[in-house]
């Protein structure tokens, strides 16, 4: 079994016939164009012929947004005579730019563009006192820092991003967690004392975009006893609170996006609150784990 299946991977089949070999590499490359990077990567395992395939610059490029070369001017290192394939699995790991507070990648499935935004490269009211706010080390942020929010009664956070998004429809999240997140005993837990206000108001979700697209939600974080809109639990849990979509078009080479999170009914104090980023990434997006190719 072993070795017919070696033979018709090679040249030939097991009873003299043409086998996966005999094909020409152009052909398997034609055919790599509508695959995904992991299904070329698994099919490169095969043969010489589906080897060279799968490290052709026109089919990795097929896989590249338009605009890649904007993300590689974000490199610190030079990228100059890397191959399509290697510029793939470079961008696909997690690109920092402004001051290591903001990072851009490549979704590794579908080559699209994802984005997210630290909550240091925001605007927080009041985040220069430490009696309504402060910043902690965890392991839970991509970032590996989270702002604190302790108790305030005007809370306010905005920040704004410009870059050449190639052309999509994105959804804007901002991602919170109720509660203080620590370690007891090598173990996560969190505390809720500070944790109050979040259910006498709604907290408003806005984002704005420089071609005049508008976007605004509200919810109460802390309805206690409901779970999220995805089934989550609320407390304890990240959340990802969707603000809202906009749509990138071929006309807009640079897109700048506004966003902001706010509760400032001064008539009670609020607190307890983690805000750990913003994330942009296309709507229709699914999930998947960060690896290289």
């Known amino acids: 079994m072993g070795a017919s299946l070696s033979n018709l991977t090679e040249n030939g089949s097991a009873n003299g016939g043409p086998g996966l070999g005999d094909i020409p590499e152009n052909c398997v490359a034609c055919v790599f164009m509508y695959l995904t990077p992991p299904e070329i990567c698994n099919l490169a395992r095969l043969n010489r012929a589906f080897r060279g395939a799968a490290s052709s610059d026109a089919v990795w490029e097929s ?16 990228y100059e005579g890397l191959s399509k394939k290697d510029i793939f699995a470079l961008l696909a790991r997690s690109v920092p730019f402004d001051d290591g507070n903001k990072e851009v990648w490549l979704d590794r499935i579908s080559g699209r563009i994802c984005m997210s935004i630290s909550s240091k490269a925001m605007l927080i009211t009041n985040m220069e006192d430490r009696r ?23 809370f306010e956070l905005s920040g704004i991003v410009k870059f050449p998004f190639p052309p999509d429809i994105y959804t804007l999240t901002f991602r919170v967690h109720l509660g203080k997140i620590f370690k007891r005993l090598g173990r996560r837990a969190c505390n809720f004392e500070h944790t109050h206000g979040w ?4 907290v408003r979700y806005e984002l704005s975009t420089s071609d005049g697209q508008h976007a605004v939600s509200e919810c109460f974080l802390d309805d206690i006893g409901q779970d999220d809109p995805n089934g989550n639990i609320r407390r304890g849990s990240w959340i ?18 506004r966003f902001s999170m706010k509760q400032i009914d001064c008539t009670h104090s609020k607190g307890g609150l983690c805000v750990d980023s913003v994330s942009i990434t296309p709507s229709d997006l699914k999930v998947h784990p960060r690896t290289g190719v």
Not at 132 to 154: D, L, M
Not at 199 to 202: E, F, T
Not at 241 to 256: A, D, H, L, R, W
Request: charged fraction near 15%.
């Open 240 to 257: 990802e609170y969707k603000v809202g979509e906009f749509i990138v078009s071929t006309s807009n080479p640079v897109t700048e996006v």
């Open 199 to 202: 259910d006498l108001g709604p």
């Open 132 to 154: 309504h706010w402060n910043w902690f080390p965890t392991e839970e942020s991509r970032f590996h820092v989270v702002a604190y929010c302790q108790q305030v009664w005007w």
């Open 63 to 78: 896989k590249l947004p338009s605009n890649y070369h904007h993300l590689l001017d974000l490199l610190p290192q030079n």
